[in-house]
């Protein structure tokens, strides 16, 4: 049953927003897009709160509708290794519909956040219905193993300069613009780059010391010199 609290003042559901926001989803027809919405619970978590943890099992395809939420592993050495930030339509849990299989990640949201879930039974029948999502759920996760590889191989041959650099151009990419914003904390940046916070304010300083860069305080940043940060 619906409850009150999961519809807009117009009457529209929630969870119909939530379906629509999903890229994998957007080739669907309204009437489509709400029947997979009917199925669909939200919740709503607050800032730090874990939705699952590695070892267990995650029989939920987990949708963002508003918030942040960051995926990280937690290395041999007992370091945090952020994976991905997941942001409004970004989704979670695509594997929990191949098997009962425990997760290998923790998943935590950044801020006050709502998730849209759908069990893995109804995802199944989906796919079934409509094939073209698993077209898009595989284009999807081909994409996340693309950019993880590009991490893996930059942690693995890059230094710690050049992550920095390639990361605050991307970043500016993304924007349009050379003045930029870090969407996370130094700490969890660092963590994605594979370094320590000290030594991205150390590279960060360098940086500005060089005239490559400005820091404008509250992690923002505005690019000077692309053509440097590219030479590294």
């Known amino acids: 049953m619906t409850h009150p609290h999961e519809h807009l003042v117009d009457g529209t559901d929630h969870r119909d927003q939530c379906v629509a926001l999903v890229p994998i989803f957007a080739h669907l027809t309204p009437s489509e897009r709400h029947d997979i919405a009917q199925r669909a619970h939200q919740k709503t978590y607050g800032r730090n709160e874990q939705l699952y943890g590695a070892g267990e099992q995650n029989p939920t395809l987990m949708i963002v509708h508003e918030g942040r939420v960051k995926i990280y592993r937690i290395s041999e050495s007992g370091r945090e290794q952020l994976i991905r930030i997941l942001c409004p339509g970004d989704f979670i849990g695509e594997t929990s519909f191949m098997g009962a299989r425990e997760s290998d990640h923790f998943a935590v949201t950044l801020e006050d956040s709502k998730i849209c879930a759908l069990h893995r039974d109804d995802v199944k029948g989906f796919l079934s219905s409509y094939p073209a999502i698993a077209v898009k759920m595989l284009e999807t996760v081909s994409d996340r193993l693309e950019q993880t590889e590009r991490m893996v191989s930059s942690l693995t041959g890059d230094d710690v300069e050049r992550r920095v650099a390639s990361y605050l151009m991307e970043l500016a990419d993304a924007s349009g613009s050379d003045s930029l914003e870090l969407p996370l904390s130094k700490k969890d940046v660092a ?42």
């Open 191 to 232: 963590s994605y780059l594979g370094t320590t916070p000290e030594t991205l304010s150390r590279r960060l300083a360098v940086f500005e010391d060089s005239g490559w860069i400005v820091q404008q305080g509250r992690g923002r940043i505005h690019i000077l010199d692309r053509a440097a940060l590219a030479a590294l």
